[in-house]
């Protein structure tokens, strides 16, 4: 158990880096290491001290989830993303509007990845309406609209999922799975 916001700040340094790298990695795409599963496994542990001493801070929770999301344990990641967004369901400020979406729409995925429709559209409804300049929200809608056939909003997620980020190779990917189907 962490003692005081000195040992906070210095365990938040730590999990910074243990997970730079394996997170971009995930990020990329690209297959953890073992070394890399092991940093993150580390700074999961770590999390738990952050989220014990102020169990009401809702980032330590969001770092927690994507760090499991990252070892591809979907259930822990919705479970600290769920307790994210029961702490803070209403954000006003923009950075906190933009943190509490990715938990939406990580929320989303992990709900689409389990075929439960009806969850991952609402979660990345909230998310799209959060952070309305996600790329990963608009896609994470759009893959779900797809499978609701609503293909043209969908391309209109998309489309402005690419003008955000034109190199975004899940929005590529639908959008052509979208053009070869009609």
């Not at 890399?36 to 738990?48: N, Y």
């Not at 300049?133 to 999922?161: H, I």
């Amino acid at each position: 158990m962490l003692r005081n916001a000195e040992e906070y700040v210095a365990t938040l340094a730590e999990i910074e880096r243990l997970t730079r790298g394996p997170l971009v990695a995930h990020a990329s795409g690209e297959e953890l290491t073992p070394a890399q599963i092991a940093d993150l496994r580390a700074a999961a542990l770590l999390t738990e001290g952050l989220i014990g001493f102020d169990p009401r801070n809702y980032p330590p929770h969001l770092l927690k989830g994507e760090i499991r999301a990252a070892l591809g344990e979907d259930e822990s990641a919705e479970q600290a993303y769920s307790q994210a967004v029961v702490i803070l369901p209403e954000p006003t400020r923009p950075e906190d509007k933009i943190a509490i979406g990715r938990a939406f729409s990580e929320l989303s995925r992990i709900a689409f990845g389990r075929n439960d429709l009806t969850s991952a559209r609402n979660s990345a409804e909230r998310a799209v309406q959060l952070a309305p300049g996600s790329p990963d929200a608009l896609v994470n809608l759009a893959s779900v609209l797809v499978q609701d056939k609503e293909v043209v909003r969908a391309r209109e997620l998309l489309d402005r999922a690419l003008k955000v980020d034109p190199q975004n190779a899940r929005a590529r990917q639908l959008l052509r799975l979208i053009t070869m189907t009609g």
